[in-house]
Structure formats: structure tokens, C-alpha cells
């Protein structure tokens, strides 16, 4: 057995007296833990979960007793394994990451073949004593979505499932997509209730994890100016703008059974939009967030439940320029049906009904290929009951509105009206702008840090329970059954354009705009 080099004693020092700096970095620094990746020679993996703990290992955040166990099915040693760790974003000049991956660990094998788990049991027991890990595990699940129940079954047939009698953990970190649709998702949840009870289970939405999204709820309840008028009342109309420049890239295979409706409205958009919509939590402990997000989640009307989906945008993009580049339609991506209705845009126009958002409707968009990436929440405030001003002095004006930018130039807006300087009264919209970047210069961390801390400390505010899955599937479920029987027609987008004309209508038919950013 080779016993790990323990970490160099100044180095440990200095990042010690540095976590001690941070006091929140300090306090959250995990327990010793085994993190075992499943999928590990995966894109995710070497894209985001490795680059992830490359940069809390920088800072601090992890515990001493540490270390990464890969599991795959490409063949590869210890020593590959460590060189594709060192090799991650965030490596470079990184001698705490260095240290920590001489210890990692690879299991080459079948998800479906025992002895994959055999041998994983064994070194998962040879790291306890090399690296100090206590019998701690987090699993996170990185493979195809169609493998997360065999593995499951595979680590509880080695009662890697369940805490340890010192009272050790087990957890496991599930990505999305959490089912194709609603029987899927109940049925990969009861899979993985078959081996992990639920507080064991953190399911993953990169969104929840951005710094802005968990900003809604500093915005909403950390002060008490904007709860008062955060209801239909003051609030004309909500909307949710998730806008990518991007195309499905190398993807086309996977989103052909995707869409932009599974992609992201059941998922990111749902979480933004109960984060947004939902009533002040008791406390900011994970079940009292939890439960007021599936509260709000469950009073979002079912499109379809009491007429025809007819609120409903779905389209596809089109070869078209962009930025002075012709690209290619979505049809001719590689991997894609060149007949294809595969949907790459979806509009909506929902709506609440409870007490404080009935009757103000909620229109949500998101699309590949659009002019920019963009993900944005406007809350878009009533008018005044009366302008006194004469009509042609308030052309410039628009309705006052909260503008939460996501991404990427994260910040908040409020657009209000003011009066131009000079002789005459006019009044036109201006903008009183905080930007993230200029506030914390220091920078945010990317989703996957601190997701990632989270689930290794243990802490499941920002993952999402089985409840919300299942409303979130609920409410996408008919639109994906018109979908299916090829309803609403599929319209056409350029590239390079904010969407079809549909979308505008849908907004227009009851006189408002798409806030454009
Ligand atoms: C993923 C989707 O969940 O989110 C992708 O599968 C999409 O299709 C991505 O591009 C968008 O994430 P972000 O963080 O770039 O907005």
C-alpha cells in the first residue's frame, strides 16, 4: 500500500492562516471526505467538477483528509488519471491541487459489472488509512442519466449506500436531466429511493449554484424596499429571458431527445421563476426554502388544465448571420434529423394563482442562437394611474422595471422615468445600475464550487428535492404532449435574431414587450 505524502507542513500553514482570513471559507471547509466521480473521464468532469476543486483546493476549502476516486469506463492508472487532474483548468500554479492529486485514485470499469464495485469498495478502504478520508463518501453521479440507477443499485449492493456506524456519511450528487418526462423522473427516483433516502440525494441545477440567482433571495429578504411591491399590485407582468448564443455545438444528439423545454424551462427556468415568485422562507435552512419554492411551483396554473395550450411559442433556428458569420440551421448540426422538430425556442406566457401573483402573467423565453447570451428577470412594474405630463414629453418613457441580470454582466438594474435637463418637462426612462463586478472585484465562483462545497458539507439549500422535480415536470408535461402531437406549428428563427415572431405576438396580444436586453 503507498502511503500519500502528507501535505508540505508550510504550505498547509499558509492556507490555514488564509481560510482563517476568510472566516465563511474557514467555517464551510468540509469534513474528510472520499469524493468519488462516476463518469470522471467525462467532459463535465474535466469541463467543470475537476476545475471546480482545483480552485477551492487554491483557496483553502478542502479538508486535509481529502481525495478523488475516478470511475469510468475508459481504461486508464492512477497515474492517468492524476495527469488529467493536474492538466484541468485551474491547475497551473496551483501546488495545493498538485499535492492533493498525487493521491487521487482511478477504477477503470462497467457500471453494470460488480466487480467494478468490488474494487471501488477496496480502494475507497485503502484511501481511509492512505489519505485520511474517515469513511466519508459523496458520489456524484457524471455519467449518461440512463446509468444512475445501475450505479446506485451497484454501490448499495456494497452497502456503500448507507452512513457508516461512526457516523460517517454517504451522499450522492445527481445531475440533471432528472427523467425525460414525469414517469421517467418518478421512476428514477424511486431507483435511487431504493438504495439512498432522500437527505442523502442532492440533486443538482447548475443555476442554483450562480451567485445571482441566489442574489433573488438577498434582493427579496435581505431588505424592505422591494417586498412590499413584489405582488400584483405593483407588478404588471414577470418576465424570464434565458437567451444563448451558443448552438448545440457538438450535442446534436443529445438534444434531438431534449429540446429547449426539457433543457431548460423544466429545470433552470422553474428554479429562477420559484426563487423569483415564491413567499419569504422562515429561515434560510434548506427544507424552509425548499418548501416555499414547491409551494409556488404548485400554484403555477397547468397550461392546458383548463383550456387549450395556447400560450405556447415553440420554434427551431435557421441558417442565418450572425456577428457577420453565416452559420448553419439547426437541421444541418451534426447528429440532427435533417427533418427534425426538435425545438431550440420556447415561449410561454403562465401564470399564478394565489394570492399575490393572481392575474399577472408570467412570460418566460429561452433560445439558442439568439443575439447574445443573456439570462435576465425583469419584474415589470404598472404605470402610474395618471401622467400629468403632455403626451408627446413622456414618448421615451416605459414602464418602471426591476431588471435581475443573471449573466453574463451580472447586476441589477431599476429603470425608472426622469426628467431630460432643459426648458421643457420631458421625461424618458433611465437606468440606476449595480454591477457585481464593480461591487466585488474579487469575483464570483463559478456554480459548480459552490455546489460542490455544499454537497461535501452537507448543506441542500440550493439542490433540488423530488417535490420540486415533480411539480416542475407537472407543469411542462402538457405542453410536451402538444409538442408531441405537433402542436403549436413549428416556427422558424434566423440565427442571430431574438426569436421568431410568434414569441413577439404572444407578448403583444396583450400589449406588453419583450424587455429586450
Ligand atoms: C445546460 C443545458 O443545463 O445549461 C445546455 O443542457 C445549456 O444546453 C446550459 O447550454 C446553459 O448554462 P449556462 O450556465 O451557460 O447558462
Same mark, same amino acid.
Request: glycine content about 4%; cysteine-free.
Given at each position: 500500500m503507498n502511503l500519500a505524502p502528507p501535505l508540505d507542513d508550510a504550505l498547509k500553514d499558509a492556507l490555514d492562516r488564509a481560510a482563517d482570513e476568510m472566516p465563511s471559507a474557514a467555517q464551510r471547509r468540509p469534513d474528510p471526505l472520499a469524493l468519488v466521480i462516476f463518469g470522471a473521464s467525462g467532459d463535465l468532469a474535466s469541463r467543470k467538477l475537476l476545475p471546480a476543486l482545483a480552485r477551492q483546493a487554491r483557496l483553502g476549502h478542502l479538508p486535509d483528509g481529502f481525495s478523488v476516486v475516478g470511475v469510468a469506463r475508459s481504461i486508464m492508472g492512477d497515474d492517468g488519471f492524476r495527469d488529467l487532474c493536474r492538466g484541468v483548468e485551474g491547475a497551473e500554479d496551483n501546488p495545493r491541487w498538485d499535492q492533493f492529486a498525487g493521491r487521487f485514485r482511478y477504477v477503470a470499469g462497467d457500471y453494470g459489472d460488480p466487480a467494478t464495485f468490488e474494487q471501488l469498495a477496496s480502494v475507497l478502504a485503502d484511501v481511509d488509512v492512505t489519505c485520511g478520508t474517515a469513511g466519508n463518501r459523496v458520489y456524484y453521479l *457524471? $455519467? =449518461?442519466? &440512463?446509468?444512475f440507477g445501475t450505479v446506485a443499485r451497484g454501490l448499495a449492493a456494497f452497502k456503500a449506500n448507507e452512513p457508516g456506524s461512526g457516523g460517517s456519511f454517504a451522499r450522492l450528487v445527481v445531475e440533471k436531466p432528472f427523467g425525460i418526462d414525469l414517469d421517467s423522473a418518478r421512476q428514477l427516483d424511486r431507483e435511487l429511493h431504493e438504495c439512498f433516502h432522500e437527505e442523502q440525494i442532492f440533486r443538482i441545477d447548475h443555476y442554483m449554484g450562480k451567485e445571482t440567482v441566489q442574489n433573488v433571495l438577498a434582493l427579496r429578504f +435581505? =431588505? *424592505? !424596499?422591494?417586498e412590499p411591491i413584489w405582488n400584483r399590485r405593483y407588478v404588471d407582468h414577470v418576465q424570464v429571458t434565458v437567451a444563448e448564443e451558443l448552438g448545440v455545438e457538438h450535442r446534436g444528439n443529445f438534444y434531438e431527445h431534449a429540446g429547449a423545454l426539457r433543457d431548460i424551462v423544466q429545470n433552470h427556468v422553474m428554479q429562477v421563476l420559484a426563487l423569483t415568485l415564491m413567499e419569504p422562507p422562515a429561515t434560510m435552512e434548506g427544507n424552509s426554502i425548499r418548501d416555499e419554492k414547491v409551494k409556488v411551483l404548485r400554484s403555477v396554473v397547468i397550461p392546458g388544465s383548463d383550456q387549450e395550450v395556447d400560450r405556447v411559442v415553440r420554434a427551431q433556428y435557421v441558417r442565418g448571420k450572425a456577428n457577420e458569420i453565416e452559420l448553419p440551421g439547426y437541421r444541418e448540426e451534426e447528429g440532427v434529423d435533417p427533418a427534425s422538430l426538435t425545438e431550440t425556442y420556447v415561449a410561454m406566457q403562465l401564470a399564478v394563482d394565489n394570492w #399575490? /401573483? +393572481?392575474g399577472v402573467p408570467i412570460f418566460v423565453r429561452t433560445g439558442k442562437r439568439l443575439v447574445r447570451r443573456e439570462t435576465q428577470v425583469v419584474m415589470v412594474f404598472q404605470r402610474p394611474p395618471h401622467l400629468p405630463f403632455a403626451g408627446q414629453l413622456t414618448r421615451d418613457l416605459s414602464t418602471d422595471a426591476l431588471v435581475l #441580470? !443573471?449573466?453574463? &454582466?451580472e447586476g441589477i438594474s431599476l429603470c425608472f422615468g426622469a426628467k431630460v435637463p432643459g426648458p421643457s418637462f420631458t421625461v424618458r426612462t433611465v437606468s440606476m445600475d449595480f454591477s457585481y463586478s464593480q461591487a466585488f472585484p474579487g469575483g464570483t465562483a463559478e456554480a459548480y464550487e459552490r455546489l460542490l462545497l455544499d454537497a461535501m458539507t452537507g448543506d441542500p439549500m440550493l439542490f433540488i428535492r423530488t417535490d420540486e422535480v415533480e411539480q416542475a415536470w407537472h407543469i411542462v408535461a402538457p405542453i410536451q404532449d402538444a409538442f408531441a402531437e405537433g402542436e403549436p406549428p413549428l416556427a422558424r428563427y434566423p440565427v442571430g $435574431? /431574438?426569436?421568431?415572431i410568434e414569441a413577439d405576438r404572444l407578448i403583444e396580444s396583450s400589449n406588453r414587450q419583450w424587455r429586450t436586453p
Open positions: *457524471a $455519467t =449518461n442519466p &440512463d446509468l +435581505a =431588505n *424592505a !424596499i422591494f #399575490r /401573483w +393572481a #441580470r !443573471i449573466q453574463p &454582466d $435574431t /431574438w426569436g421568431p
